[in-house]
């Protein structure tokens, strides 16, 4: 009985874990395609789940921060998704390859020309953005999700650290460190590529060197074939003479 009430109190644990973790993931969130590093380029994902087995997503509406301004925002084109840009004039202008940005993207809307994202499925909404700001450590962007039964879900109540998360908390994006010499790939990238090169330069030397060991080999061979053959001939002759002289 005692093991039965155990396995039962581990069973309905389970159960109320999963439960609470479930939600999480249906979250919209956004995600970089490799590094997001500060004062650099990156292409993020805005993944989009959808949470209701009755309705589809028909609309993304993700708002870019005001506080730190992007001046370059490329949504990539998606089949089946049409995609308007919205852009505001900036209060404080920016510069950007010596040239002053007067407006940035402030919206990126996705209207679905289709059936949209269908229940049980979710969907990437790829943007490429920069040059990512040096001075905060995360951006964040309040989206609203859409669905075919005209429901909204306000994706824009920002977590705070130390704090549980909201009900409906907003993508952040986690921006990483800039290298000091203003690079993104890693020194041990680089060392992994310097030895791959070192290792496939010593396999190339040694596939020569055998190579050559190979070639010194086998004309050694052909010349004592040829110095054996010419005995073996010599010796013919010379039995035979004896024969014929006794």
């Known amino acids: 009985m005692k093991a039965s009430r155990i396995a039962a109190a581990g069973a ?13 993931f249906a979250h919209v969130t956004v995600q970089p395609e490799g590094d997001a590093a500060k004062g650099g380029y990156a292409v993020v994902d805005f993944k989009v789940p959808n949470e209701r087995d009755n309705a589809s997503t028909t609309k ?13 925002v490329m949504p990539e084109p998606m089949p089946g998704w049409k995609i308007e840009v919205t852009k505001s004039k900036l209060d404080k202008p920016l510069e ?24 049980g499925y979710f969907e990437k909404f790829p943007v490429s953005i920069g040059q990512l700001p040096e001075d905060t450590d995360q951006l964040v ?17 920002v977590p705070q650290e130390g704090q549980e998360e909201p009900d409906n908390p907003a993508p952040v994006l986690e921006l990483s460190a ?12 680089d060392a992994s590529h310097t030895e791959s090169a070192e290792k496939a330069s010593a396999d190339t030397a040694a596939d020569s060197a055998s190579s050559d060991s190979t070639d010194t080999t086998a004309r050694v061979l052909a010349i004592v074939g040829i110095v054996v053959g010419a005995a ?4 013919g002759v010379l039995a035979g003479r004896r024969r014929t002289n006794a």
């Open 96 to 119: 950007m390859h010596g040239e002053k940005i007067s407006e940035a993207v402030t919206k990126v809307t996705w209207t679905a020309d289709g059936k949209g994202i269908e229940p």
């Open 60 to 72: 993304l509406e993700v708002n870019f921060p005001t506080d730190h301004p992007l001046a370059s």
């Open 178 to 189: 800039a290298s000091e010499d203003g690079h993104h790939a890693s020194s041990g990238d």
């Open 12 to 24: 309905a644990a389970g159960v109320t874990v999963l439960a609470l973790s479930v939600p999480a």
């Open 141 to 157: 962007f309040k989206a609203l999700q859409t669905y075919s039964n005209k429901e909204v879900v306000r994706w824009i109540e």
């Open 232 to 235: 073996g001939v010599a010796y």
